[in-house]
């Protein structure tokens, strides 16, 4: 079979199966790669790919500058992508399962409270210079990630009926798109609550999402990662990648160091596999709503 109709085929099998959209276009850039790789490559059909053409074009990544991360990212596409074509029955193997993952760096790299100061000042004084609403929505990105530890989708899918000030909880849409509440403290559902009054104000009317971009429209992935790649032009941080992920590794960083346990953080977390959160508690030490209250990183900032 033609390498360029799989590569179709296979992603909407991943639409059909209901692949969030998120996923999908992480398959289109990192899988799509390796294939534009195979059609330089001079290879048209998909059962004469080798693990000879998997690592070389590791190796070409790896060249351009791809962390040990990313290039274990792409091989896991190619080897899902692989793996479709064995189900399919349109090859006999999965070449890609002889490539072995390259060895990553164990450490994860966290804000410190200088830094979250830093951040948190720079909106803070945009906010008083130009009341720009985008001004506020980056000091409530900030906190709502440092204070939830949530994912990046999480944050762009949260609307306001999922937001419970009563009992200090949002819901979010997780991985595999499961319903699951998160803990908030009295200080962010009080910042969340002035956030809201001023959207109304700036909006006239209320978007149905938390987050939203210039035209009151929801706000996507790719806007927030856009957001914050120019915040990290203004800090100029040169030890920590300004993302949202890096709040959720502080978020993460925070109930370790506070001896809060295993369970309860992989419950705060959310993660599947509790070997997840061992890696955090190996790296930083060692009933839930109370400890996210004790322990929760906005704690220690006024706002």
């Not at 000879?52 to 792409?74: D, H, I, P, R, W």
């Not at 072995?100 to 450490?107: F, I, N, T």
Request: some cysteine; hydrophobic content about 40%; charged content about 25%.
């Amino acid at each position: 079979m033609l390498i360029k109709f799989a590569f179709q085929d296979f992603l909407q099998d991943r639409k059909f199966k209901n692949t969030t959209s998120s996923n999908i276009q992480n398959y289109k850039v990192l899988l799509g790669g390796f294939i534009d790789y195979c059609h330089r490559s001079n290879i048209s059909n998909v059962e004469n790919i080798t693990s000879s053409n998997v690592k070389g074009f590791l190796m070409e990544c790896k060249e351009k500058g791809n962390n040990a991360g990313t290039l274990n990212s792409k091989l896991q596409r190619i080897r899902a992508f692989l793996n479709y074509m064995v189900e399919e029955k349109m090859v006999k193997e999965n070449v890609a399962h002889k490539v072995k993952p390259v060895k990553e760096d164990v450490r994860i790299h966290v804000f410190n409270d200088e830094q979250v100061n830093q951040m948190l000042s720079y909106y803070r004084g945009l906010r008083r210079r130009e009341k720009s609403y985008f001004a506020y929505r980056g000091y409530m990105l900030i906190l709502t990630f440092l204070g939830t530890g949530i994912r990046r989708t999480e944050a762009t899918n949260l609307k306001w009926s999922d937001v419970d000030f009563v009992n200090f909880t949002i819901a979010v849409f997780g991985k595999r798109r499961k319903r699951e509440l998160v803990f908030i403290t009295e200080k962010l559902a009080k910042e969340l609550l002035l956030y809201q009054t001023f959207c109304k104000k700036n909006f006239g009317n209320l978007s149905e999402y938390v987050f939203v971009k210039r035209d009151n429209e929801q706000l996507t992935p790719n806007a927030i990662m856009l957001i914050f790649a120019n915040l990290q032009k203004k800090m100029n941080f040169t030890d920590v990648r300004v993302s949202p992920h890096t709040f959720r590794h502080t978020f993460c960083h925070r109930l370790a160091m506070s001896g809060m346990s295993a369970f309860a953080i992989q419950k705060m977390m959310r993660h599947e596999n509790i070997a997840v959160t061992m890696r955090y508690v190996a790296m930083w030490g060692n009933d839930l709503k109370d400890e996210n209250d004790k322990h929760n990183p906005l704690n220690n900032f006024d706002l």
